[in-house]
């Protein structure tokens, strides 16, 4: 990250930079590190014990975002900011910065447990998160799943992750010609999600940082109470200590960065949204070091 914010400051990496490593991360990096790890580490028992964690991080998004419903309309936000509000504060960018950071702190162990909240994330933004964002715009009555949504939910990632998941159920094993170049090109990916992480600090406006009772609410729902009931329904269902700390870390990543484009299209406030985005992230940062003690002091 350090490295990523020192190439940005000397000009070596521009913003236009974020949009070409993006792209290699999602299309290559990401799918590539997922078929090598997966194929390589877990069997098809493994994967059936970890599946059903999924309802863990589901439920607790899906409380959180009706929590944010809930406190949205207590605090009389804008109509065209409720579904904003929601969304940040239930459902994470888990991929560009959630799983370089895991993998960057347990390994390829945590591997599995990053990518079961992924589904679980990425089913809710595409459908119950965008609903209710577009919701308080020119849409009055936006379309809860259609060929869209599908079509936004099939990204490579959560395709690279499914034909991982059907070769591993099924017992298909990968020929070393194949697999040597995917262990290549995935161990691109957490040095070029850490690049990405450091260019973005440089793209923030902090003029446009203003803060009001909702930003407050934001940063305390996202940062407080979504990973502390987390750790209660992990708790409280038995989950292992490695399962806990990923979910833990999962739930306190910033908002989705596609919010702000999501609230464009649909007419809503996206100017608040990129605020949003840029503050949760900035926030991500700083925050990250004290939820990692918290979890340590607590296993």
């Known amino acids: 990250m350090g490295i990523g914010m020192i190439c940005t400051h000397i000009k070596l990496f521009t ?25 390589t580490t877990y069997t098809r028992e493994n994967l059936l014990d970890y599946l059903p964690k999924v309802i863990l991080p589901f439920t607790s998004m899906v409380v959180c975002y009706m929590l944010g419903v809930i ?14 509000f929601a969304s940040t504060v239930s459902i994470s960018n888990t991929l560009f910065i959630g799983l370089p950071i895991n993998v960057a702190l347990f390994g390829d162990a945590s591997l599995p447990f990053v ?44 395709f ?16 070393k010609f194949v697999m040597d170049p995917l262990k290549s090109m995935g161990s691109i990916m957490t040095p070029l999600s850490m690049h990405y992480i450091g ?24 940062f407080i109470v979504s990973p502390l009931l987390m750790f209660w329904l992990c708790t409280t269902f038995a989950t292992p200590l490695l399962t806990k700390n990923v979910f833990m870390i999962q739930s306190a990543m910033p908002a989705m960065t596609i919010t702000s484009v999501i609230a464009e299209s649909g ?18 940062l700083i925050y990250l070091p004290i939820l990692l003690t918290l979890i340590s002091s607590i296993a």
């Not at 308080?136 to 599908?150: A, V």
């Open 71 to 84: 406190i949205a309309k207590l605090i009389r936000l804008p109509e065209n900011r409720r579904g904003i």
């Open 267 to 284: 007419g809503t406030d996206h100017e608040y949204a990129a605020i949003v985005t840029t503050m949760t992230t900035l926030a991500t």
């Open 199 to 222: 260019i973005i600090p440089d793209a923030i406006d902090f003029k446009r940082l203003t803060f009001d009772r909702s930003m407050f609410l934001i940063l305390g729902m996202k």
């Open 15 to 39: 913003q236009e930079s974020t949009k070409i490593l993006s792209k290699i991360i999602l299309n290559i990096a990401v799918p590539s590190y997922m078929l090598s790890s997966l194929m």
């Open 160 to 175: 690279g992750l499914m034909f991982s998941f059907l070769l591993i159920l099924l017992g298909v094993t990968i020929p």
């Open 115 to 158: 990518f079961i909240y992924f589904i679980a994330n990425i089913s809710l933004f595409w459908t119950l998160g965008v609903y209710g964002i577009k919701k308080g715009g020119h849409e009055k009555n936006p379309r809860f799943f259609n060929r869209e949504t599908l079509k936004n939910l099939m990204t490579m990632p959560l």
